[in-house]
């Protein structure tokens, strides 16, 4: 089992709807979670931390299930710009050491389309 | 400020050749890391380093050599070239693993 999935999708969805992804991970001892977005033949930059209580950026709301494993980024009103692929990376510490390690699933593509 | 940079941007291997992909930081980051992108497969840790001098293995770090002799820099070395490492990698730094990771524009390696 993958220490991190997602749905590749790809999700196909039109300007101003609501859209929402799902991650799972399997380190119940993972510390902290991220998504990063990632816009074709570029590098991924932070979209949003993703804290226990839940955190809303603007249109992006981000939620963290430890019981359940997974986190969830749902977007709101979307726009074209938001065509992008969403990276979910959870944090995890190796046995036996001190240095975290970043595992990133292997991504959702979105494309928002008129 | 320059942020992440990465060179080169493109290379062309032939099998056995050996390479050094470079990294170079502005933001005095001490966390640096390398990652390759495979379709399907997603980024995927190669080697990191939490500060010069100290370095460690990730997910897939046969086939690849690093070192940290000072803050700046993270190379990455492929010993000996194989089709199999044809990939897009990403070098990325932060404060620390827990904070924001800023990524370089990556370098897309083709291995024939």
């Known amino acids: 089992r993958k220490e991190v999935e997602q749905d590749p999708g790809p999700f196909n969805v039109p300007e101003g709807a609501t859209v929402a992804f799902n991650c799972t991970y399997s380190?119940?001892?993972?510390?902290?979670f991220f998504w990063y977005r990632q816009d074709c033949r570029k590098e991924p930059k932070l979209l949003m931390s993703?804290?226990?209580s839940g955190n809303e950026d603007g249109r992006f709301t981000a939620q963290l299930n430890r019981a359940s494993q997974y986190i969830s980024l749902l977007i709101r009103d979307s726009k074209l710009s938001d065509s992008a692929t969403y990276l979910c990376?959870?944090?995890?510490?190796?046995?036996?050491?001190?240095?975290?390690?970043?595992?990133f699933g292997q991504g959702t593509i979105l494309t928002v389309h008129p | 400020n320059a942020g992440v940079t990465q060179t080169p941007k493109f290379q062309v291997l032939k099998t056995g050749q050996s390479m050094t992909l470079q990294c170079a930081q502005d933001m005095n980051h001490e966390y640096m890391s390398w990652y390759r992108q495979d379709p399907g497969m997603g980024l995927r840790l190669i080697h990191y380093s939490v500060g010069a001098g100290i370095t460690d293995q990730g997910e897939v770090p046969n086939g690849y050599n690093v070192s940290r002799s000072t803050t700046e820099d993270f190379p990455l070395r492929l010993l000996s070239a194989a089709p199999s490492q044809t990939s897009v990698y990403f070098c990325a730094t932060g404060t620390g693993p827990y904070n924001e990771q800023f990524f370089g524009p990556g370098t897309r390696l083709t291995v024939l």
């Open positions: 993703v804290y226990s």
């Open positions: 380190n119940s001892a993972s510390q902290s």
């Open positions: 990376v959870v944090l995890s510490f190796a046995g036996g050491t001190s240095y975290g390690k970043l595992t």
